[in-house]
């Protein structure tokens, strides 16, 4: 038996054959494949897809693939989600984007301060709120301040950018951490001076200075302002009595006469 070489066949090895026959898919003519309508390739081994997919998708064994804002057997319409097409190309309503207008808009854009997707805004370090609008503290400000467009407002005795150091002005720190003020000093940074015997109880003390009550007076509100207390016959105001019914005097001191009769008896 004799075998032709590849590419040949017939009797006298002259007549060049094709490749795989063409697969059954066309006809040899010599030694290439015409292939018929729905198959291409060298050997007339692939399926063809129709119109070539209009150069909008990739032909996949027959079937288009068709890219994203292109459908139909052939990939020959074109569609947008949120929008309209005008003049072979995508115009989408207000507050939506992207090729098939799918992706929607952030408010405000995230104020610059983070990524759009999909109409959520994910913000970037140091930013949050649901815009990205808001500034924030490293560290929280480690509670103890208030954060303010991105800086920190410290309480009374603590400073730095952070509020991460303590802040006084008379008395010194324990080992825990906590503040002790030097005596006659008190408040969050030891810096209010405090009153001598808190002013007896009778008054307020502002900064080592007591704001007595009514009816006291003195530097530490320990002497009445009126004589006697008004003798208990009336109230005293910024040293003045301001006597009850049926007593005066300048501190109270005498009943109301009356066509020869005490008031009041």
């Known amino acids: 038996m004799v075998f032709c070489k590849e590419g040949f066949k017939g009797v006298l090895f002259s ?3 094709c490749l795989n026959d063409c697969s059954g898919n066309g006809r040899c003519k010599d030694g290439s494949c015409a292939c018929r309508l729905g198959f291409t390739g060298p050997d007339c081994s692939i399926r063809d897809c129709p119109s070539a997919c209009h150069n909008s998708g990739v032909c996949i064994n027959g079937v288009c ?8 057997v052939a990939c020959e319409e074109r569609f947008v989600l949120n929008g309209k097409i005008v003049e072979g190309f995508p115009k989408c309503e207000k507050g939506w984007t992207g090729s098939v207008c799918d992706n929607e808009l952030c408010q405000a854009n995230c104020n610059e301060n983070g990524h759009c997707q999909n109409g959520t805004c994910l ?12 500034h924030e503290c490293e560290d929280q400000c ?6 303010k467009n991105g800086k920190c407002l410290c309480s009374v005795g603590f400073s730095g950018h952070k509020c991460q150091f303590r802040s006084y002005l008379h008395g010194k720190l324990k080992d825990d951490g ?3 003020c030097d005596l006659g000093w008190a408040g969050a940074a030891c810096n209010t001076r405090e009153c001598k015997n808190n002013c007896f109880d009778r008054g307020l003390c502002n900064n ?3 704001a007595c009550f009514s009816q006291f007076t003195g530097e530490l509100c320990d002497q009445l302002a009126c004589k006697d207390n008004c003798n208990n016959n009336g109230i005293c105001y910024k040293t003045r009595c301001y006597c009850n019914e049926g007593f005066t005097g300048e501190y109270c001191e005498k009943r109301v006469v009356i066509n020869g009769m005490v008031n009041g008896d």
């Open 208 to 210: 080592g200075t007591c």
């Open 178 to 180: 906590s503040l002790v």
């Open 15 to 17: 007549v060049q054959g």
């Open 142 to 147: 480690l509670a103890h301040g208030a954060c």
């Open 123 to 134: 913000c970037r370090p140091g930013y949050s709120g649901s815009l990205c609008d808001v």
């Open 65 to 72: 693939d068709c890219e994203k804002g292109f459908r139909g």
